[in-house]
């Protein structure tokens, strides 16, 4: 018996088929809502998408106690769909959470090349002038903030 597991190919990495579930929660500040892509499980720790990105959004008209309105989650949601795009151009990536609070936004990704970041970042910027674009980007070869959510 060979006692070393192959890793699965990043090639089989793609956007299509994920599944997704919605965890609510409360802290101090109010509600959070996460949305935890479980289709992600199968990469979790895989060794080439060890790099964990947050983009933090702060929103422009933030609702202490509540979520963000209607009209704003809409320009969030083409920010996210724009992040993930500019992801996909640095190489490998997979989102796997967007933690909403009545403050900001966050979306979570992991991927293979960390090079990409501050370009991605820099883009995001210029492209979605509507709001302030945080990120910052970490070694997580354990997936612990995706493990937080998706294994509470």
Same mark, same amino acid.
């Given at each position: 018996?060979?006692?070393?597991?192959?890793?699965?190919?990043?090639? $089989? @990495?793609? /956007?299509?088929?994920?599944?997704?579930?919605?965890? *609510?929660? !409360?802290?101090? %500040?109010?509600?959070? =809502?996460?949305?935890?892509?479980?289709?992600?499980?199968?990469?979790?720790?895989?060794?080439?998408?060890?790099?964990?990105?947050?983009?933090?959004?702060?929103?422009?008209?933030?609702?202490?106690? $509540? @979520?963000? /309105?209607?009209?704003?989650?809409?320009?969030?949601? *083409?920010? !996210?769909?724009? %992040?993930?795009?500019? =992801?996909?151009?640095?190489?490998?990536?997979?989102?796997?959470?967007?933690?909403?609070?009545?403050?900001?936004?966050?979306?979570?990704?992991?991927?293979?090349?960390?090079?990409?970041?501050?370009?991605?970042?820099?883009?995001?910027?210029?492209?979605?002038?509507?709001? *302030?674009?945080?990120?910052?980007?970490?070694?997580?070869?354990?997936?612990?903030?995706?493990?937080?959510?998706?294994?509470?």
């Amino acid at each position: 018996m060979w006692p070393f597991k192959k890793e699965k190919s990043l090639a $089989g @990495l793609t /956007d299509e088929n994920q599944k997704w579930s919605v965890i *609510e929660a !409360e802290n101090e %500040l109010g509600p959070i =809502l996460v949305r935890v892509n479980n289709s992600a499980i199968e990469w979790a720790k895989h060794p080439e998408l060890n790099i964990r990105v947050g983009f933090a959004i702060p929103l422009n008209s933030p609702n202490p106690g $509540g @979520l963000p /309105d209607a009209e704003e989650n809409l320009l969030l949601n *083409e920010i !996210e769909d724009g %992040l993930c795009e500019l =992801l996909k151009k640095t190489g490998s990536s997979i989102q796997v959470l967007a933690i909403t609070t009545g403050q900001f936004k966050e979306f979570v990704f992991y991927i293979q090349n960390g090079n990409g970041i501050e370009g991605a970042h820099k883009k995001a910027i210029s492209q979605f002038s509507t709001h *302030e674009i945080q990120c910052v980007g970490e070694n997580d070869p354990d997936w612990q903030v995706y493990d937080e959510w998706a294994n509470p």
